[in-house]
């Protein structure tokens, strides 16, 4: 599968964001989806995943209460809405995709053989 993520941008303190991950083929709807992200100098850290049923989605600590996870697996496509984004949110964030992860490894990035380019999103003071 080819994941096409999109959707980032730079944005004040507060605001809100929606990023998409388009994936291509036909089993989307069999899939595990997740956003990581990785700020400069930092490791990737897990921000939310869902499974191919559409639940459970689970959240990182840093984003609870403020992002929301969803899938539309019509349009083989993942969202994650940003809400009051901080500026500690600022990092590039990539979608991944796996068939085979269990939800108890869904927050481990070494569980995703699929990922996506990455989209920048900037949150500024």
């Known amino acids: 599968v080819q994941l096409q993520a999109s959707g980032g941008g730079l944005v004040q303190a507060g605001d809100s964001l929606r990023l998409s991950c388009v994936a291509s083929g036909r089993t989307f709807s069999r899939y595990t989806l997740a956003w990581f992200r990785q700020a400069p100098g930092k490791a990737r850290e897990f921000v939310a995943g869902?499974?191919?049923?559409?639940?459970?989605?689970r959240y990182g600590d840093s984003v609870k209460g403020r992002f929301t996870m969803s899938r539309d697996n019509v349009k083989n496509t993942v969202y994650l809405q940003m809400d009051s984004l901080k500026p500690e949110d600022t990092a590039v964030y990539y979608c991944a995709a796996d068939q085979r992860v269990i939800l108890s490894s869904m927050t481990d990035q070494g569980q995703y053989d699929y990922w996506g380019q990455g989209t920048q999103v900037t949150v500024s003071s």
């Open positions: 869902i499974r191919y049923s559409g639940t459970p989605i």
